[in-house]
């Protein structure tokens, strides 16, 4: 039987274009009609006033270094971040599934540190280690670590019995249950976890660069903050499309992706 | 499905001569029940000093009333249980699980949905140290030719139907080559007419000299048990043994054949006095 255009894919994108194209149209004729008093043009740009700052950012950028090398330098502090932030996740939760007393202490400790946001403790970190791209690392670990650990310890307890059992009447047991089977039966929850990790990641990096921008690593939310003290708004719109773009990529670049080739190949319903 | 194969099966063989593969002595298993009020706290005896013989190629079916304690006993064979007693696979004795005593679940979700069905049945194998790709392909391919799953290789367990599923659990018991297969209600969640087939395919595999299988086959349904079993037992509650027999009637089985009446009524009997 042949879906009709409005249950199509091509039906699902054309809305989502349509939507941005109407946002586009209200922002334009906002723009226009300087709704925000005499230099409204400053504080809400035309939309060719931000393509061209966009441009700019990465041909002129800021005091002679381009947009492109801030974001390279948040890309990387932000990757180092998540390699070790997901590291230790896996490594602190596969511990907790071996040891009852490491288990309750670590089980506190994500309880406790996943309400603490990153840039709460910042100021602390700072105050003892001083200004340096470890920080910004530190908080980048510190905001994956912990929804990451939730999602993988959840995932190991919900890890079917019967599977476990299976597993061990192969022979398995230690390590090799773990990584055998508690792994990819907890798969789902992985996937939502790097989902939410990916996320807080990206989020605390900017504030922390905002908050406590370093010259010597600079990043986009540094980039940001330069521009807004140097009235520069279109740049600093064209900014944000700029983090949304980094963030969409990594969404169906990555993410999406990894979802696809694991739970919904295995047939396994998606935690999220 | 082929129905020719049972005509010589196990069951016309006496099996007495042969030797004894699994040996339970003295099962006691209490499970701890302090934390259900109401209970007094001695404990939920579910198997009181059970022994048993299993012996080469039987094919052992055990009746019994729900919370009898069968399952109990196996998982307890299974090594997936603690328990007073002793337990011994031909002479060895045995308390954690592992590859000689290999269980096919209730459940058809037993299978490991991240694995093809190819690589379901190769994991064990390769656990027990079979490196060589062809070798595992092989042994593969015989096992689910057997259970006639040949061209499902590249599946993942999600694309298959319930009864296709307990056939790939089948074929990954009987690519290990266990001692004994440890079967738990296999065939209870699927429908009559697959679960029809099914017995009559377990009862080809379990006859075929090739796999030379020994089976415990736990069921609550008397036709199933008087069809595929060589010997019979029934679990009472509280986990002793109120028949354990060679099964009297000539395979193949059917309502037809010669006193399947009368041993039907037997069985039933022994099940209800409890």
Redesign the interface.
């Known amino acids: 039987m042949k879906k009709s255009f409005r249950e199509s894919k091509s039906c699902d994108i054309l809305v989502k274009v349509l939507f941005l194209v109407l946002v586009a149209i209200i922002w334009e004729i906002t723009a226009k009609a300087h709704v925000f008093g005499e230099r409204s043009e400053i504080v809400f740009p035309t939309i060719e006033a931000i393509g061209a700052a966009f441009v700019r950012n990465f041909t002129k950028g800021y005091a002679g270094t381009g947009l492109a090398l801030y974001t390279l330098n948040s890309m990387n502090l932000l990757l180092r971040g998540l390699l070790i932030g997901i590291g230790l996740a896996f490594a602190f939760s596969g511990l907790s599934m071996i040891s009852r007393t490491f288990s309750n202490v670590y089980n506190l400790c994500v309880t406790i540190f996943d309400l603490l946001p990153g840039v709460a403790l910042l100021p602390v970190v700072i105050v003892i280690f001083g200004v340096k791209p470890g920080v910004i690392v530190f908080l980048v670990v510190h905001s994956v670590i912990w929804p990451m650990s939730r999602s993988v310890l959840d995932g190991f307890k919900a890890a079917p019995k019967i599977y476990v059992e299976a597993g061990k009447n192969l022979g398995l047991n230690g390590p090799g249950l773990l990584f055998g089977v508690y792994v990819p039966a907890a798969a789902a929850y992985i996937v939502s976890g790097l989902k939410v990790g990916w996320a807080r990641a990206w989020r605390g990096l900017i504030a922390a660069e905002m908050v406590f921008g370093i010259a010597s690593c600079p990043g986009i939310g540094l980039y940001i903050n330069q521009m807004r003290t140097n009235m520069k708004n279109a740049e600093m719109y064209a900014t944000l499309i700029v983090i949304i773009i980094i963030g969409l990529v990594v969404q169906y670049g990555i993410l999406n992706p990894i979802e696809k080739m694991t739970v919904r190949r295995w047939g396994m319903v998606s935690a999220a | 499905m082929d129905e020719a194969g049972p005509g010589t099966a196990a069951g016309d063989v006496d099996a007495a001569d042969k030797p004894v593969v699994l040996e339970v002595s003295h099962l006691t298993k209490i499970f701890d029940d302090s934390q259900i009020p109401g209970a007094d706290g001695m404990g939920n005896r579910v198997i009181v000093d059970l022994s048993l013989q299993v012996r080469k190629n039987d094919f052992l079916c055990i009746l019994g009333p729900s919370g009898c304690g069968k399952t109990t006993l196996l998982r307890c064979i ?3 249980e603690n328990f007073e007693g002793k337990i011994r696979i031909n002479g060895i004795e045995r308390r ?4 000689d ?3 096919v ?1 209730q ?1 058809y ?6 694995k093809t069905v190819e690589k379901n049945i190769q ?2 194998l390769k ?2 140290g079979i490196r060589d790709k062809e070798e595992l392909r092989r042994l593969s391919d015989h096992a689910l030719e057997t259970v006639g799953l040949s061209g499902y290789q590249k599946y ?4 298959l139907s319930g009864g296709m599923k307990q056939r790939v659990a089948i074929a990954k018991a009987l690519a ?1 080559k266990p001692e004994i297969i440890l079967m738990d209600e296999p065939f209870a969640a699927l429908d009559a007419i697959t679960r029809n087939t099914l017995q009559q395919e377990l009862l080809r595999i379990s006859a075929d000299q090739d796999w030379d299988c020994t089976i415990i086959f736990i069921t609550h349904n008397i036709q199933e048990a008087i069809v595929l079993g060589t010997r019979i037992m029934v679990m009472e509650k509280g986990g002793t043994i109120a028949v354990n027999e060679k099964n009297p009637i000539r395979r193949p089985v059917t309502p037809a054949s010669e006193g399947y009446g009368a041993y039907w009524n037997k069985l039933h009997a022994a099940l209800y006095r409890a």
């Open positions: 299974g090594g997936f954690t699980p592992g590859t005593r290999i269980m679940f459940d979700n037993q299978l490991f949905p991240w994991y064990g656990l027990k993942y367990p999600h694309q290990l």
